[in-house]
């Protein structure tokens, strides 16, 4: 009778293939309508969305900046909403600004105009090098003074400044600027074509004087509204106090056939 012989089976020493690396989620800022929709694409705070096929900047995904003032590349301050979004997903960069396109977007919170001016100030400040003074006058260059009476002027396309000291005063002369103003007495303006300002302290001032520009301020501060024409000609003005005369708390106010309109 033949006997099998019987061998001790070898040990299997093959590892599991590599797992493709997931890319850390990204923290960028994103602009929309005023409906809150992109390119027609309507989008809901606190939800998550997936795109499904080629993620590719400028073509396909959804796309957000790292840089919150690249967002006024696409939408102006003065007629559009923002949001601080998660990215996650397949990730592809854009070689001209901080735009990246992306599989997955969850919108995190709605953003104002100081909230966004905040973080642009935070973005910079994370990746330079503080100096004494607060001016930035390069292309979306951020400044802040937060000591009380400081003073911060962003002069750049698309600067940012913010004033959060009592009495603090913060200018931004630039196209599509925004200033913030969140102290007491503080004072906002923005001179710059579709620039924003906005003064959240009581008694604070807010001045759009630019084309298109908007102002908004808290209960009790004064507005400043400088109406241009395609021309940059002056054709009227207005000034007001915040919640008299319809006009209400912590909303954006444009001039239009001399009067404000909300927006």
């Known amino acids: 009778m033949a006997v099998k012989s019987r061998t001790k089976p070898k040990a299997d020493k093959s590892e599991p293939a590599p797992q493709p690396e997931t890319a850390p989620a990204i923290v960028a800022f994103k602009g929309f309508d005023k409906d809150l929709r992109c390119r027609g694409f309507q989008f809901e705070v606190g939800k998550t969305y997936a795109h499904t096929g080629e993620v590719k900047a400028c073509e396909s995904g959804f796309h957000a900046c790292e840089h919150p003032l690249n967002v006024f590349d696409y939408y102006a301050p003065a007629f559009s909403r923002f949001a601080e979004v998660e990215l996650s997903g397949d990730l592809s960069r854009h070689d001209g600004d901080t735009k990246i396109a992306a599989g997955q977007i969850t919108i995190k919170a709605e953003l104002r105009i100081p909230d966004l001016v905040a973080r642009a100030i935070k973005w910079v400040m994370d990746r330079t090098h503080s100096e004494e003074g607060a ?129």
């Open 135 to 263: 001016s930035a006058t390069g292309y979306q260059g951020a400044a802040s003074a937060t000591g009380p009476q400081g003073a911060a002027s962003a002069t750049g396309d698309q600067g940012a400044a913010s004033a959060t000291g009592s009495q603090g005063a913060a200018s931004a002369t630039g196209y599509q600027g925004a200033a913030s103003a969140t102290g007491y007495q503080g004072a906002a303006s923005a001179t710059g074509s579709q620039g924003a300002a906005s003064a959240t302290g009581p008694r604070g001032a807010a001045s759009a004087t630019g084309y298109q520009g908007r102002a908004s301020g808290a209960d009790g501060c004064a507005l400043f509204l400088v109406e241009r024409d395609d021309d940059w000609k002056i054709v009227a003005v207005w000034a007001g106090v915040v919640g008299r005369d319809g006009i209400k708390p912590d909303t954006f106010y444009t001039l239009r056939d001399g009067n404000p309109v909300e927006l």
